[in-house]
């Protein structure tokens, strides 16, 4: 059985090479890419990869454009890789080793490595995501920050074993979350606009979010970077929060 790593990309140039250089070993690479204007085409090719379209319109995120690309998968497994995204050797080994045994699940949850003002992240760790899974079956939906739905069980890979996680490459700035944020959760409303929001989930919630980032997953043990990150994050939550609310208010018959 073989492995086509599917690579969604717009504009994805900057980290494009280290990835492609990292997933070089599977069976076939698919890069899906959504009309980019640098030159994220230009190195797939040198990489002989599969190059596919899928037009960006107005589309800010991946996930509209995740169904169509494992479409184009010639191999019965997928692992869906960011273009800022690597996998380590030892992951590669796992993941055929995996498929090679008789009761092997339909999808794979694997932990992913983040990095902030260039520290490793503790309170990011592990940032589960299912990335691996059988092709039939398998539907994304095209929400912001959706994973796949996959027809069968699922495995987490183990957590504690560093080696076997994704390495995310993005060491975003301040400025640059905080434009996600702004991106991002205008997408959110689409995902969150039915669930009820109280006045105490607008204060509990993204406060929550802070002390299991900042205090249960130990991102206290990464200095400012942690706490700023932390913070971070609880904000996001709140201004997803807030745009649901807004929404409301101004349909209230949605």
């Known amino acids: 059985m073989g492995i086509s790593v599917v690579i969604n990309t717009y504009n994805a140039a900057k980290h494009l090479k280290e990835v492609l250089e990292s997933v070089k070993g599977f069976d076939e690479i698919v890069v899906c890419d959504m009309e980019s204007t640098d030159n994220t ?11 596919v379209t899928f037009e960006k319109g107005n589309w800010t995120f991946a996930e509209p454009a995740r169904n169509f690309a494992i479409g184009q998968a010639s191999h019965p497994w997928v692992l869906s890789v960011d273009a800022d995204e690597l996998v380590p050797p030892q992951l590669r080994e796992y993941l055929y080793n995996a498929i090679a045994q008789p009761d092997c699940p339909a999808g794979f949850y694997m932990s992913r490595k983040n990095y902030f003002m260039g520290h490793f992240m503790h ?17 994304w939906p095209p929400v912001v920050h959706s994973m796949p ?3 069968g069980p699922t495995k987490r890979i183990p957590r504690n074993n560093k080696e076997l996680a994704l390495i995310h490459l993005a060491n975003d700035s301040v400025a640059d979350i905080l434009r996600k944020t702004n991106d991002y959760t205008i997408n959110e409303v689409v995902k969150r606009k039915n669930r009820k929001v109280t006045m105490l989930g607008l204060i509990f919630r993204p406060f929550s979010r802070f002390f299991k980032a900042y205090v249960l997953k130990g991102g206290f043990r990464d200095g400012k970077p942690g706490f700023i990150l932390a913070v971070l994050d609880a904000y996001y939550l709140f201004i997803a929060l807030s745009k649901v609310v807004e929404y409301k208010e101004n349909n209230p018959n949605d």
Do not use: Q
Not at 42 to 51: F, G, L
């Open 123 to 139: 309170g990011r760790y592990p940032d589960t995501i299912l990335r691996f899974f059988k092709k039939e079956g398998t539907h």
């Open 149 to 151: 739905s996959v027809d």
């Open 41 to 51: 085409l230009e190195i797939a090719r040198e990489y002989n990869c599969k190059i």
